[in-house]
């Protein structure tokens, strides 16, 4: 029998904000960029919004542009942020720092290959996108298991959370390009590793200049 209601956790997924390689449509995957000041007040806006929620913990990524913005987020809160690795964007391995144009010019047969079928293929010295859902999922179920009533801030990425949505709604990765995840915004799950439940998707209210301009996920 699934478990609901008075046992479950809300756990409060925040992509990052904007950075440089995302105004650049570079691929970041475990690489990093700083958060430009847009992505910075992006973060100052989302801490405003869940100031006055009570907040057990906040979780990131290791990765330095989801950590920033935990850290942010977490000062109304006089929290520490915990930073785990099973947080993290996809690897992307050898195309990490290379826009299409460069890999498409550089990279060779493969990356013909691999924008082919790119769900299921991993760069070289990278991850697939199966295998990165797989690590992710295990990290928000472990979370939430630790939090049972409780709310839970998780600073993360655009490839996690789409991942999340994928496995929570059973929607097929391949339609996984028919979701985006902005800048600064915030979706919100409900539930225990049994059943989670999509309560918000991709909310932006809270940003001023709403959440700019499309850019690379990562």
């Not at 756990?11 to 990093?32: C, F, M, P, S, Y």
């Not at 993290?88 to 144009?101: D, N, P, Q, W």
Request: hydrophobic content about 40%.
């Amino acid at each position: 029998m699934e478990r609901v209601g008075v046992e479950d956790a809300t756990l409060i997924l925040v992509r990052h904000g904007q950075t440089a390689w995302n105004l650049e449509g570079r691929w970041q995957g475990h690489k990093d960029s700083p958060l430009t000041e847009l992505g910075r007040e992006q973060a100052r806006q989302i801490a405003s919004r869940l100031s006055g929620l009570k907040v057990a913990a906040i979780y990131t990524s290791d990765l330095g542009r989801a950590k920033e913005m935990a850290e942010i987020i977490a000062a109304p809160h006089k929290l520490s942020v915990i930073a785990r690795e099973d947080l993290r964007e996809r690897s992307y391995g050898m195309l990490e720092g290379k826009t299409i144009a460069e890999a498409a010019a550089t990279e060779g047969g493969w990356f013909r290959a691999w924008q082919a079928d790119h769900l299921r293929m991993a760069p070289p010295i990278g991850e697939t996108q199966h295998d990165m859902a797989e690590r992710v999922m295990e990290a928000l179920c472990a979370i939430a298991d630790r939090h049972s009533r409780q709310n839970v801030i998780v600073s993360t990425h655009g490839g996690p959370i789409k991942s999340a949505i994928c496995h929570i709604l059973s929607i097929p990765l391949t339609l996984w390009r028919y979701t985006w995840i902005s800048n600064g915004s915030i979706t919100t799950l409900r539930g225990n590793r049994d059943v989670m439940r999509v309560a918000s998707f991709n909310d932006t209210c809270h940003l001023d200049a709403g959440p700019g301009p499309d850019t690379m996920e990562g």
